[in-house]
């Protein structure tokens, strides 16, 4: 492991002369209801990102899509627009999206919110960890957006309180991850549910064989936008702390977290008992510190990234359930205080610092 870390510590520091990417279009440029260029407006974005210049035209023309994009490109945004657009001109409109873990389902709910402001467009969240009553309230309701992951969503089919061939557009957001953590079956089972015409989008970092055993069925004459960068960004400095003395480790940490740019610190553990244990000891220490695992309630988990989005705590700590989707801003540092299982973690890992264009810092603990 450490010498994969090192190898790419030394390709990542090696300088490439990129032009900056020209989009072709403005916000202002696409043919949207005047309230989500608005609401737009409200969020600060300026320019598109290339997968929002290349993916809303074809989505606002009605076109299936193959996104292949990394976490931390804008997509949330680039399927989000033209659909809102969509329910706005037809109110009969209903999307269905479906991610891989519960805190990205979440941040698309928040967008939603956000770009779907004054339309009276309502989206309803299906994930686990929370009330499924309450849900089923929401989805009496008749939503436009319903957003949710595999396993609730096949609960809630199961109930008879979601019917899938209601929905004529569907995303799939990060068809990767979920075929990595074992939903593949309930993909193809939920899409098998689906009315066959539809508008279907596709999204996912990678292409494997298995990914393409979901894509070929789900698409049809798809328009193809890649904007994958590669494994690690450039504008992330990777470095190993090497660690000689495993009693030393938290001093380690300690003497890092005290200088003064460790302002935002994402650090990753193994275990869900070893990273609570860590937050509890670096709270102990004067630190701002909290935790997030699977033993923990979603809302206590909402509420810790909440908190660290806003500041409110400067060292979030986490298990691999946060290392993939999170949108959070400003991340300063990464730390990798265990190693992650594969080098696709550690890529996963490291890319929640370093997004929209900023510089950010991976370091990685060996010992």
């Not at 979601?162 to 979920?178: G, I, P, Q």
Request: hydrophobic share 40%; charged share 25%.
């Amino acid at each position: 492991m450490e010498a994969i870390y090192a190898v790419r510590k030394k390709d990542n520091n090696q300088t490439r002369d990129e032009t900056p990417y020209a989009p072709k279009n403005k916000f202002a440029d696409f043919v949207v209801n005047q309230q989500i260029k608005d609401n737009i407006l409200a969020k600060r974005y300026s320019n598109p990102t290339p997968i929002q210049d290349q993916a809303i035209p074809s989505i606002l023309a009605g076109k299936d899509l193959i996104g292949i994009a990394n976490t931390g490109t804008g997509k949330t945004a680039a399927f989000l627009i033209p659909l809102i657009n969509k329910v706005s001109k037809n109110r009969s409109e209903k999307v269905f999206i479906m991610t891989p873990t519960r805190e990205l389902a979440l941040q698309i709910y928040e967008e939603l919110r956000d770009f779907a402001k004054g339309l009276g467009i309502y989206g309803v969240l299906c994930i686990g960890g929370v009330s499924i009553w309450q849900q089923k309230n929401d989805l009496r309701r008749n939503p436009n957006f319903v957003i949710g992951t595999p396993g609730r969503l096949k609960d809630l089919i199961g109930e008879r309180c979601l019917f899938l061939s209601e929905f004529h557009t569907v995303v799939l957001d990060e068809a990767d991850r979920m075929v990595d953590i074992g939903f593949i079956n309930d993909i193809k089972y939920l899409i098998s549910l689906l009315p066959q015409q539809r508008q279907s989008l596709f999204f996912s970092a990678t292409i494997s064989g298995k990914v393409n055993e979901i894509l070929q069925p789900f698409v049809h004459n798809p328009v193809t936008v890649s904007v994958k960068k590669q494994d690690a960004a450039e504008n992330i400095k990777q470095d190993i702390i090497n660690i000689p003395n495993k009693n030393k480790k938290i001093e380690q940490l300690h003497d890092l977290l005290i200088k003064k740019e460790f302002e935002k610190v994402l650090i990753f553990g193994r275990t869900k008992w070893g990273v609570q244990k860590l937050a509890d000891e670096l709270a102990k220490r004067g630190f701002r510190a909290a935790a997030i695992h699977g033993n923990k309630k979603q809302s206590q988990r909402q509420r810790t990234l909440e908190r660290f989005k806003k500041n409110e705590i400067s060292v979030l700590l986490a298990t691999d359930v946060a290392s993939r989707g999170l949108d959070i801003p400003n991340v300063s540092h990464v730390i990798n205080y265990d190693l992650p299982a594969s080098y696709d973690d550690y890529i996963h890992r490291i890319g929640r610092t370093g997004r929209a264009d900023k510089k950010g810092v991976a370091l990685t603990f060996v010992e």
